[in-house]
Structure formats: structure tokens, C-alpha cells
């Protein structure tokens, strides 16, 4: 009798282990199969169509009337700090003219552009960035025709970035949000001389904020929007510093 239960109770462990080993069995297939399913990559976003993301650009930022702006502005660079109020002039489709006041009322720069020419009275007190990045400083895409368009690039945060070079091997880096101008690097050998950078508020033309620095001479120049206003079309002779 206690052999008869012995023998069951040995086959009843027998049952229990077999059992146990092939549950252990199915958890370790279920295991491996798992761990050999590859997850597949999130899809990577095309190149962006540079000509037409420049175009676009272009577009967004053209002038469409005659503006009138009044700014704030200071400049910093070793051994002298400067600031007071200034004017920008604007006419389309790509006229420009700023006038920077001292606080008691003296002219420190003029400065027109033309087209992609860039003009400034002899009597400036400061450096005038060159005309694409004063272009810049104002929200106007305007690379010019001294520089060409090398490419562009798709950056994780949704912005756009446009490669341009100059013939000296020079590169300008356009970094665009919704084809808008957020920032300007020019750089050589790798390192970034002089940037544009903008503070833009939704819905606006121009940039809130506007701020210009040559990172090699330790200058910087910023110019803060006051107020915006539509004129009359301005006399073509104050683009040529005529008055």
C-alpha cells in the first residue's frame, strides 16, 4: 500500500516537473522571440528642397509698403559703449536707410541700402555689419548675389538651415522657422566671426529685437523695436544719403 502511493506520489512529481520545465520552456521562447523583434526606426524626414526653401523665405519676408521705424539701440565693444535712438526708412522692394542718434541728439551712423549695396556716411562713429546681415537685422531674407546657396538641412527642432559660401570659402548659415529668419552665423574655418540674432513675436513683421555681434573683435550691436508705422512712399535721394 505505502509502495502503491509511493509510486504515484513519483509519478505525480514526475507530471508536476515535466510541466514546470515546459512552462519555463514557452517563457524562455516567448522571451527570445521578443527580444529578436527589432523596433523599427522613426522615419527620418527628406533633405529639404534648398532653392525652394530659400525662395519661400524670400517671399515672407518681402517689403510690401513704405515703413516707418523707430528703435532703441546701444553698442559694446572694448573701450567704448555707446547708445540712444534711431530711425529705419523702407521702401519697396528693397530700399532701406537707418539713422542711429546719440541720447543728446548727434548723429552717430547712416547707413542705406540698395538693393545688395550698402552705403554709409563718412562721418559713422561705428562699424556697419555688411548688407546681408543688416538685411537680417531687419527680417529681410536677402542673402545677395556675392554668396551662393551650397544647401540646406533639416534640424529635430523643425528649423530650417540654409548653407550659403562666398567665393573666399566663406559660409553663411541661415537658421529659418516657418520660413521666417530666427538667425545669422557667418563663419570661417569652422568658427562662427559675426551672427544676427532675432526675437520674434507671432504675427509681427519685424523682429522684436535685433542683435549683431562680431565674436572675433568682441562687438556687439542691438537694436530694439519701438513702434512700426505705414508712410507715404519716401524721396529716392535719402537712400542714396542725400539728406
Known sequence: MVRAYANVARRGGTRLAATAGT??????CVLLLT??????????APPPDAGQVALAAGLA???????????????????????????ARIEPPAFARLDLFSSNGERVA????????????????MDVPPAPLLWGALGV?????????????????GELELQYQDA??????????DSRIQHIDVQREGR???EVALVREDGERFPRQATYRHLEEVRELRITLESVEHVESYPMDIFDLGL
Open 23 to 28: 512552462s519555463l520552456s514557452v517563457s524562455a
Open 168 to 177: 573666399a570659402g566663406t559660409e553663411f548659415l541661415y537658421m529659418l522657422r
Open 61 to 87: 519676408s518681402a517689403l510690401d509698403v513704405p515703413y516707418r521705424l523707430l528703435f532703441e539701440w546701444s553698442i559694446n565693444e572694448p573701450g567704448s559703449r555707446l547708445g540712444g535712438r534711431g530711425v
Open 192 to 194: 562662427t566671426w559675426e
Open 141 to 157: 531674407f536677402r542673402p545677395g548675389p556675392a554668396i551662393g546657396l551650397a544647401g540646406g538641412r533639416r534640424h529635430p527642432g
Open 110 to 125: 547712416a547707413a542705406a541700402l540698395n538693393g545688395d549695396s550698402l552705403r554709409v556716411t563718412n562721418d559713422v562713429q
Open 35 to 44: 527580444s529578436c523583434v527589432s523596433i523599427p526606426p522613426a522615419p527620418v
